[in-house]
């Protein structure tokens, strides 16, 4: 009988302790999420704004040289990420694509497309003020026939990027803050089904430090082995994101990624260690009669 006991409290036990286990990786894994989203907020951003195109449409009678120069000269400008030059005829071919026929077999041999060179910009230029002082020297250029970008859409990609950013931060912090509590909650549990042993153990004699020291390793052994398992679980997500949309490059920062990774570790550290401590120390102070309440 006293065997069958024993061993349904070892059960008890280990289950406590996955339990345990579990709740910290989880909680880990979503709060180390949100950091990857929020180390990455900017880099997101500035992969949709580095989509935006100026099209720069020229003049049939624009010679050859005008535009090779035009193009070298936005190829080599600091704003510049990409050109690409595109002739009549291929103007006319995408546009054949796009409408589903061949609009040419009824004007014949009178292209109307025009020649075009389409600039995308490096994300630190992509503001409204920038964009309208580059259009406007290019326009300048007599070959120049009509300059086009999207105003409002880089209008409410700067303003939405603002406000993302920020509720991101705000979502962060709640998060983590509730992760803490969460983990907490579980820590002071897996003390409080522990309590009589501890008021035993001071009753004997035992000092609070000595009393306390097993419960905080025990509890810090179980917090760096959820931390492992919110890094893997972490890291095996990092993977396909990365496969997904490799332009986003967000394997690249290995020691922001790194640092990352070593703050949810120390969290998953700290956050048993001072949980642990606390509630041993509550357990400490109460009187042997408040232990049943």
Same mark, same amino acid.
């Given at each position: 009988? #006293?065997?069958?006991?024993?061993?349904?409290?070892?059960?008890?036990?280990?289950?406590?302790?996955?339990?345990?286990?579990?709740?910290?990786?989880?909680?880990?894994?979503?709060?180390?999420?949100?950091?990857?989203?929020?180390?990455? !907020?900017?880099?997101?951003?500035?992969?949709?704004?580095?989509?935006?195109?100026?099209?720069?449409?020229?003049?049939?009678?624009?010679?050859?040289?005008?535009?090779?120069?035009?193009?070298?000269?936005?190829?080599? #400008?600091?704003?510049t990420k990409e050109t690409i030059y595109t002739?009549?005829?291929?103007?006319?071919?995408?546009?054949?694509?796009?409408?589903?026929?061949?609009?040419?077999?009824?004007?014949?041999?009178?292209?109307?497309?025009?020649?075009?060179?389409?600039?995308?910009?490096?994300?630190?230029?992509?503001?409204?003020?920038?964009?309208?002082?580059?259009?406007?020297?290019?326009?300048?250029?007599?070959?120049?026939?009509?300059?086009?970008?999207?105003?409002?859409?880089? #209008?409410?990609?700067?303003?939405?990027?603002?406000?993302?950013?920020?509720w991101v931060l705000v979502v962060c912090g709640?998060?983590?803050?509730?992760?803490?509590?969460?983990?907490?909650?579980?820590?002071?549990?897996?003390?409080?089904?522990?309590?009589?042993?501890?008021?035993?153990?001071?009753?004997?004699?035992?000092?609070?430090?000595?009393?306390?020291?097993?419960?905080?390793?025990?509890?810090?052994?179980?917090?760096?082995?959820?931390?492992?398992? #919110?890094?893997?679980?972490?890291?095996?997500?990092?993977?396909?994101?990365?496969?997904?949309?490799?332009?986003?490059?967000?394997?690249?920062?290995?020691?922001?990624?790194?640092?990352?990774?070593?703050?949810?570790?120390?969290?998953?550290?700290?956050?048993?260690?001072?949980?642990?401590?606390?509630?041993?120390?509550?357990?400490?102070?109460?009187? !042997?009669?408040?232990?049943?309440?």
């Amino acid at each position: 009988m #006293a065997k069958s006991f024993e061993k349904y409290q070892k059960r008890r036990l280990i289950s406590s302790y996955i339990s345990v286990i579990v709740i910290i990786g989880l909680v880990l894994f979503l709060v180390g999420m949100l950091g990857i989203l929020v180390i990455n !907020t900017q880099k997101v951003a500035n992969h949709f704004k580095e989509q935006v195109a100026m099209s720069i449409y020229l003049k049939d009678q624009a010679k050859e040289i005008e535009i090779d120069q035009l193009q070298k000269q936005l190829s080599l #400008a600091d704003y510049t990420k990409e050109t690409i030059y595109t002739s009549k005829e291929e103007a006319a071919e995408v546009y054949k694509r796009d409408i589903g026929e061949d609009f040419m077999e009824f004007l014949g041999d009178a292209n109307p497309l025009p020649q075009s060179i389409d600039v995308y910009f490096k994300a630190d230029f992509v503001t409204e003020v920038q964009l309208a002082e580059i259009a406007r020297d290019l326009g300048e250029k007599e070959f120049v026939s009509e300059i086009i970008y999207d105003k409002p859409l880089i #209008a409410l990609l700067n303003n939405n990027i603002k406000k993302i950013s920020f509720w991101v931060l705000v979502v962060c912090g709640i998060f983590t803050f509730i992760a803490v509590l969460l983990i907490n909650s579980s820590i002071r549990l897996s003390v409080y089904s522990k309590r009589f042993i501890i008021k035993t153990m001071q009753m004997v004699g035992a000092t609070k430090s000595f009393i306390r020291r097993p419960f905080i390793w025990r509890s810090v052994k179980l917090g760096m082995i959820g931390a492992l398992l #919110a890094m893997i679980g972490m890291a095996v997500l990092l993977y396909f994101l990365d496969k997904t949309y490799p332009d986003l490059q967000l394997l690249m920062d290995y020691l922001i990624i790194g640092a990352l990774f070593l703050a949810v570790f120390l969290l998953g550290i700290f956050i048993t260690w001072f949980s642990t401590f606390f509630a041993t120390q509550k357990f400490l102070n109460l009187k !042997t009669d408040e232990l049943y309440y």
